[in-house]
């Protein structure tokens, strides 16, 4: 009877590399990523279709998990038919679910549409705030649409982060973060202060058009040179 054969060591698994860390942005690298940007389009302006502070809130509540041009397609016949708090409520909530069903959540998101419209009523006279922790307490109202009202209708240098400007940040090395807060404290500390009202709109737009997620568009990235990302397409 053949001798048995001890059994044989376990194999020890293959060590992962960790992830190459980008080399942070010099501020004079900061200053002409974003110079670039205004030197192009000094005016930014978002694609959401709106007529007031008001309409604004409730555009940037229906765009979560929607594009702006789905959005804007919804709401031309609903700001029409209501560009008020007061306006909204007494179209209703099942008026609403019907003028915005072509938009992804319309259930949850006609709910949220009336209730936030109820609480403006309540709590501010019908008028929209200017105030984070105000915004953010309305159905419906993140960190992100806070952030975008401010910026928008108010004219506060803060910068909404979205799942565009989070893959900007991250990709190019400029604001790295494992999530979207981490990421807008770093946009917040990185960007000068004569570039933060638009950066918002100019990473967006970035994000959307050229630096997109499954192929980014390098060849005419103007801020090319300046980016981090390894693996640039050439065409």
């Given amino acids: 009877m053949p001798e048995s054969q001890p059994p044989a060591p376990p194999s020890r698994p293959r060590p992962v590399a960790r992830p190459r860390r ?3 942005f010099t501020r004079a690298e900061v200053e002409t990523f974003f110079a670039r940007f205004a030197a192009r389009e000094p005016e930014p302006k978002g694609e959401l279709l709106y007529v007031n502070p008001f309409t604004l809130l409730v555009a940037v509540v229906l765009s979560a998990q929607a594009t702006d041009a789905g959005v804007n397609k ?3 016949a609903l700001f029409a038919a209501a560009d008020t708090p007061e306006k909204m409520v007494a179209l209703g909530e099942d008026r609403v679910r019907d003028m915005i069903k072509t938009i992804g959540l319309f259930r949850m998101k006609a709910k949220n549409v009336i209730g936030l419209s109820e609480l403006l009523i309540a709590r501010h006279g019908g008028t929209v705030p200017a105030d984070r922790t105000a915004l953010e ?5 993140g960190r992100k649409t806070g952030n975008v009202v401010l910026n928008i209708a108010f004219g506060e240098p803060t ?5 565009h400007i989070f893959r900007v940040g991250n990709r190019t090395g400029l604001a790295p973060g494992k999530d979207v807060v981490a990421v807008e404290t770093e946009l917040e500390r990185v960007v000068p202060t004569k570039y933060r009202l638009h950066a918002h709109h100019w990473l967006i737009l970035h994000g959307r058009y050229v630096c997109k997620a499954r192929k980014p568009d390098c060849p005419v990235c103007i801020v090319a040179d300046l980016c981090r990302y390894p693996d640039k397409t050439i065409g």
């Avoid at 307490?137 to 109202?141: D, R």
């Avoid at 910068?159 to 799942?163: E, L, N, P, S």
Wanted: no cysteine; proline share 12%.
């Fill in 74 to 76: 919804a709401t031309r």
């Fill in 22 to 24: 980008m080399r942070p």
């Fill in 137 to 141: 307490a309305l159905p419906g109202v």
């Fill in 159 to 163: 910068i909404a982060v979205d799942t």
